[in-house]
T-cell receptor
């Protein structure tokens, strides 16, 4: 099992550019989520999904889109990057919503200039 | 809204010292989790607490779920250099429909050999 994988590991964007952060898990988990981590702010939930075809907003969803067409993949899209989106992004998955053991990917460090 | 306070924000200690950190919430939860994030990695679950008043150990780590269900603490005894990282509390209502994790802002631990 690869667990939760994320690509790319590092990315630099210019303001206004778009990109997709990839996340995949091979554990057949129903629940997947995206967090951003900023210094002194902990991990804040951006979007989550309780299963294929179902997504919902978390605490800080503005500027991000998600979709879940398969159980395995949960990409995060930035439509028009802004410097405020400079952060480290983590994808996580768990057996189902309410399962306490969430497995995190290694993270994507994004810089927007 | 819900407030979650984790303290201290950071600690600089000597190898061999004991460490204590805690979280308090404005809301009641039925589960308290503690995660550790090694530098450059995603968080990993350390300890899960399910019952008010519960005291649980995992090696040199001891965590307690407060009687009021609004707080939890984590102790690390006889710290070693590999304890370095960020520790997060993450309360939740296990099994409920609202099973999204909320993370504290983290306690950054530095250990001097």
């Amino acid at each position: 099992n690869a667990g939760v994988t994320q690509t790319p590991k590092f990315q630099v964007l210019k303001t206004g550019q778009s990109m997709t952060l990839q996340c995949a898990q091979d554990m057949n988990h129903e629940y997947m989520s995206w967090y951003r981590q900023d210094p002194g702010m902990g991990l804040r939930l951006i979007h989550y999904s309780v299963g294929a075809g179902i997504t919902d907003q978390g605490e800080v969803p503005n500027g991000y889109n998600v979709s879940r067409s398969t159980t395995e993949d949960f990409p995060l899209r930035l439509l028009s990057a802004a410097p405020s989106q400079t952060s480290v992004y983590f994808c996580a998955s768990s057996y189902r919503q309410g399962s306490f053991e969430q497995y995190f990917g290694p993270g994507t460090r994004l810089t927007v200039t | 809204g819900q407030q979650l306070n984790q303290s201290p924000q950071s600690m600089f200690i000597q190898e061999g010292e004991d460490v204590s950190m805690n979280c308090t919430s404005s809301s009641i939860f039925n589960t308290w989790l503690w995660y550790k994030q090694d530098p450059g990695e995603g968080p990993v679950l350390l300890i899960a607490l399910y019952k008010a008043g519960e005291l649980t150990s995992n090696g040199r780590l001891t965590a307690q779920f407060g009687i009021t269900r609004k707080d939890s603490f984590l102790n690390i005894s006889a710290s070693i250099p590999s304890d370095v990282g960020i520790y997060f509390c993450a309360p939740m209502n296990y099994g409920g429909s609202q099973g999204n994790l909320i993370f504290g802002k983290g306690t950054k631990l530095s250990v001097k050999p």
